[in-house]
């Protein structure tokens, strides 16, 4: 329990490091980048006079050190701030002379929270479907190493591994969408909008996985415990499943930690071609509009995420093999 404990105050403090770091960067390159937020806000008719009233009225003049400081304290009190382009319907706001008071701006936190369910849901169902191609590949392949099965598995990686997710994605709504008209997959009006998305990131993902499970499952048979079990009359099924499974997954779960930022990599670009309204089309609208709240809101959000999976992931790898130590 203690050891459990140190743990936990462990990652959790490393986590507040990599999360001040992370908001902090981001912070600072976004109000470095050429363009003024207030004439963002306020419009090309504004005039200078009213541009630089405005910027110091909200502070934008100030050093970026007192700029962060005073965002990490409206954030830690659940402010992330709010859109410089969103109206709180969602909608773009018009440029017009004279700007849009704040108050009619969209909150970034509400925003986010309104993204997240569909992003929530485009993951999950990707997770699935990647389980579902690698874990019988990644075990065939494991358990007839250097036969035929590990071959399919290194060659379909190697394929899966080639094809690019944006010109998947974009085949995949022409053939599937457009021409056959089986699955819709432009937007989001149901589930069914998800699972071409869906798709095309468990095929990104699925590679990895597939070769790490087969890597892991063959190692595993080869160590002593296996034969030890099979000469104690252990079924092969028992084997399978409480020794060679079970310290084979102790590998792939930690390589899916690490492959988190290149999920929610993959979920920017699929979400943007498939106009799928999730946290990755809000993130790649707030670029190009230069809505700098928001982008620095889901900077914070998506390491958040990012610390908190790499726990959970250590926390289940402990006790599925309990001679890993905190």
Known sequence: MVSLVS?????????????????????????????DPARLILGPMATDKVVEATAREMGLRDPIPIQYVRWLGAALQGNLGQSYIRALNGSQIAESQGGVAQAEKAHVLNLIGSALPYTLQLAALALLFAVIIAVPLGIAGGMRSGKWPDKVVLYLGSAFVSIPNFWLAIVLALVVTAQLHLIPSIGYQGFSYTILPAFVIAIEMSPIFMRSLSTSVAGARRQSFVSLAEIRGLSRRRIFFGHVLRNAAVPVLNLFGVQIGALLGGILVVEFIFNYPGIGLLTVQAVLQRDFPVIQGIAVFSAVLFVLINILVDLASTWIDPRLDF
């Open 7 to 35: 743990f936990l105050v462990r990652r959790i403090l490393q986590g507040v490091l990599i999360i001040l770091l992370v908001s902090f960067g981001i912070f600072a390159v976004l109000r470095m980048v050429p363009g």
